[in-house]
């Protein structure tokens, strides 16, 4: 019975290790259980005798000596000829018991005058050694891996080893030979508890492996050496939108996009067959059509000789990662709000055009544009009106270049356009003029139409500069050029220009040093009432001393604070101030002196513009109706939607608007009516000459009596003699300021004016 449960366990072991249940060791166990259950089972095909002894004897033998084999160290046991080992000795069991059986006159006489003969007992003490070894070696390893597995092998080599050193005795008495025979039925018995635990514990793990296979993310899919798909998991069917049954016994070409060529795919069949491994992002084609990107790893799964048995395909699907991807690249790369290129890229394509115009030997050009009063129309109407218009220019620039052009957004207010392959400089210009007409028609931003200008500054490359670098500042310097020159047109770059760009930027610099140290100097000059010519207040004019040196002159570092936003914080100071000082003089010479401060466009457009002027008058405790807030006839027009309501509040306020440069600009006297202005300051080039006859002299007569009609008091500017006074007097002009009338002052100075009986 024992001997045929072993058969039986040989079997069940070879059929387990076909479907990789077990590792390949117990093949080693498996073929001698064979041979031992063979050679033991061949007895009950034998008359009962000597031959009974012979096949238990051998198949001790070569039980023990096989079992023994399994304690050579791995690197010996791994030997090729080693390896055939277990199926030699079951091949010699087969043989050696059919031949037992056939040839039984050659079987040696085991047993004789109820003792065992020494041959007999040889085999079996040899055999039984041999397990007992065994033993030792399963039981010792217990201690380091595999415990319950190597103890259950233990104990089957110790009952075997055990019934192979008692088999002398078992002819002797009754219990020991019915111990003998128990001990090799237990024998038999631990090893098919071994098998059939290991095969129970193992059926579990795959089931498990299985189930996490089909559970995870990871597509997978096995195939055989051919490629023909053999499994896949759940996430496979998922991610390709093919049924399990559609893909069993197919290929996974199928999914093949035809993005990749050939070659590609030779490439990967080459190192999987070289190295058993591929790993690479591939693009495949969906069930539905829809082609995907995957990240697949090919591994091949090789028997214990090396040949491939398998591959295993795991993929993800990484089309969420590529458009994550692709979005990072568009923040890295592209303006969001416009969708143009950003500076970075805008820089790479200049670099990479620049060396193929210098292979090629065409040049080409950048254009710088800066749009001239988009700050205003972001601070007055707001920042999504302000993104909204950016929007529009960057359409209408992108609409107008070429395909081959670079149109890109490089900051704020501030476009470039890179034009590649110019064949002549001058046809950038008339591109440069159309961007212009583009920029200049109106934007409907939400329910208003507004108008801006741009100014574009060109350098060609590779005449005007040799490096990327020398391109961009010399572009730059040529818009700032552009602006200088009255805005709203285009400048191409000169040689000359750097030295004022250099100039320009050292300026800049230092006012923005003067801010921080407040280095600026408050100056006041007097204007007087023209009915009796008495001190009526002053016009409060900003200046910058240098240390050492000459002051620099207002026309050059305004213009720069206007361009660069510091004039807020220093229109904010001089008002401060001169509200301060007024005040002051007032309260000390009991006076009713006003003060006319100049109002930047800057200042104007500042969100709640209103609120601040009426803030630093409290802060002073300066009367509204004192000031005059000094504008040109220029910002008065500039946007009328945004400059005529603050300005009314202001005189709501009390806070007179004085009307500066009156007839330089618009001149439209039509206007006047419809603003809210109270006085009205007549540019001083109307004043130079005031003659008899002529047209200045007219001019300034019209200028007064219409602003009588409207009840708007006039000021005289620029009067530097005596017959300018006499001629205004004369025509009822209310107040004059000029050089005659006293040049700008120190504090100290006007104050000993002020005191002056
Ligand atoms: N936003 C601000 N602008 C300011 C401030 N301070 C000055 N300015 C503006 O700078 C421009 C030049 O001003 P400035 O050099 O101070 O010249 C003023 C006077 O010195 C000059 N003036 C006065 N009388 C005469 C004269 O008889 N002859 C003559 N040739 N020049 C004279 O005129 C300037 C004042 O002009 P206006 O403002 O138009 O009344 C100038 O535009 C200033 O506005 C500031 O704090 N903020």
């Not at 031959?51 to 096989?66: D, E, K, R």
């Not at 407040?518 to 006041?524: R, S």
């Not at 008065?636 to 440069?661: E, N």
Request: with cysteine; glycine share 6%; proline share 4%.
């Amino acid at each position: 019975m024992g001997s045929f449960a072993a058969i039986l366990l040989a079997v069940f072991i070879m059929i387990m290790r076909r479907s990789n249940l077990l590792r390949p060791t117990y093949i080693w166990v498996a073929t001698t259980l064979m041979g031992m259950g063979l050679l033991d089972g061949f007895h009950a095909a034998l008359e009962p005798g000597v031959a009974f002894v012979w096949l238990h004897s051998i198949a001790t033998l070569i039980g023990g000596l096989t079992f023994a084999l399994v304690v050579l160290p791995e690197r010996v046991s791994r030997n090729p000829i080693l390896q055939t080992a277990p199926y030699v000795m079951a091949t010699l069991s087969v043989v050696l018991g059919i031949s037992s059986i056939v040839f039984t006159q050659w079987i040696p006489n085991m047993a004789s005058s109820g003792t065992f003969t020494l041959t007999a007992e040889l085999l079996n003490i040899v055999g039984g050694a041999g397990f007992l070894i065994a033993w030792f070696h399963f039981a010792w390893r217990a201690r380091i891996d595999d415990r319950e597995e190597r103890l259950l092998l233990a104990n089957h080599c110790l009952l075997f080893g055990m019934a192979g050193i008692l088999f002398h005795f078992s002819i002797l008495w009754d219990a020991t030979w019915w111990l003998w025979h128990v001990l090799r039925l237990f024998a038999y018995l631990v090893i098919l508890w071994f098998f059939l635990s290991l095969y129970n514990r193992n059926a579990k793990q795959l089931h498990l492996s299985k189930k996490v296979i089909d559970n995870t993310s990871e597509a997978i899919v096995v195939t055989d050496p051919q490629g023909k798909i053999l499994d896949i998991n759940d996430a496979y069917a998922q991610i390709t939108g093919y049924e399990r049954h559609e893909l069993i016994g197919g290929n996974p070409n199928i999914s093949k996009s035809g993005i990749h060529d050939d070659r590609f795919y030779q490439d990967m069949w080459r190192q999987l067959l070289s190295t058993g491994h591929w790993s690479g992002e591939i693009w495949d084609r969906r069930k539905r059509g829809e082609i995907f990107p995957k990240r697949l790893t090919i591994n091949a799964i090789r028997d214990d000789r090396g040949n491939t048995t398998h591959y295993v395909g795991i993929f993800n699907d990484i089309s969420e990662k590529k458009s994550d991807e692709e979005k990072l690249k568009n923040l890295a790369f592209y303006d969001p709000l416009t969708a143009l290129p950003n500076r970075a890229l805008f820089r790479e394509h200049l670099e990479e055009i620049t060396s193929t115009a210098q292979r090629s030997r065409k040049q080409a050009a950048l254009m710088f544009i800066d749009l001239d009063g988009f700050k205003d129309v972001n601070d007055s109407l707001g920042h999504a009106a302000g993104d909204s218009l950016l929007k529009q220019v960057a359409q209408r620039l992108h609409a107008r270049a070429r395909k081959s052009d670079i149109v890109a957004r490089l900051g704020g207010d501030e476009f470039g356009v890179l034009v590649r392959d110019l064949e002549h400089p001058e046809q950038i210009g008339s591109l440069a003029e159309k961007m212009l007409e583009l920029i200049r028609s109106p934007v409907t931003v939400g329910e208003q139409e507004v108008r801006i200008a741009a100014s574009i500054g060109i350098a060609v490359y590779p005449d005007d500069a040799q490096t990327v670098d020398d391109l961009y500042k010399n572009a730059d310097i040529a818009m700032y050029q552009a602006k200088n020159s009255g805005r709203n047109n285009y400048t191409f770059f000169l040689p000359a220009m750097n030295t004022k760009a250099v100039e320009r930027l050292s300026l800049i610099h230092d006012l923005h040093n003067a801010v921080e140290e407040n280095a600026f100097e408050l100056y006041f000059q007097p204007k007087i009432g023209l009915k009796d010519q008495r001190l009526i207040g002053s016009e409060a004019l900003m200046r910058w001393p240098k240390p050492g040196g000459k002051p620099i002159p207002t026309e050059q570092f305004i213009p720069c604070a206007e361009e660069t936003g510091l004039i807020v914080p220093m229109g904010d100071w001089v008002l401060a101030e001169a509200c301060r000082q007024t005040r002051q003089w007032n309260q000390r010479f009991g006076t009713q002196l006003r003060v006319a401060v100049n109002l930047s466009i800057r200042q104007l457009y500042k969100k709640n513009v209103v609120l601040d002027l009426l803030r630093i008058l409290e802060e002073q405790a300066f009367p509204t109706r004192l000031l005059e807030l000094e504008i040109t006839e220029s910002l008065l027009m500039d946007d009328t939607l945004v400059t005529i309501p603050i300005l009314k509040q202001l005189r709501d306020h009390g806070i007179s608007i004085a009307l500066d440069d009156f007839g330089t600009g618009y001149s439209s006297l039509n206007y006047l009516k419809r603003f809210p202005i109270d006085i009205i300051k007549i540019d001083r080039s109307f004043i130079g000459d005031l003659s008899t006859g002529s047209d200045e002299a007219a001019i300034v007569r019209a200028i007064i009596s219409l602003a009588r009609t409207l009840n708007i008091k006039v000021v005289a500017e620029g009067v530097e003699t005596a017959a300018q006074l006499d001629f205004l007097r004369q025509h009822q002009c209310d107040e004059a300021q000029g050089y005659f009338v006293g040049r700008p002052l120190p504090a100290a100075e006007y104050e000993a004016l002020i005191a002056r009986p």
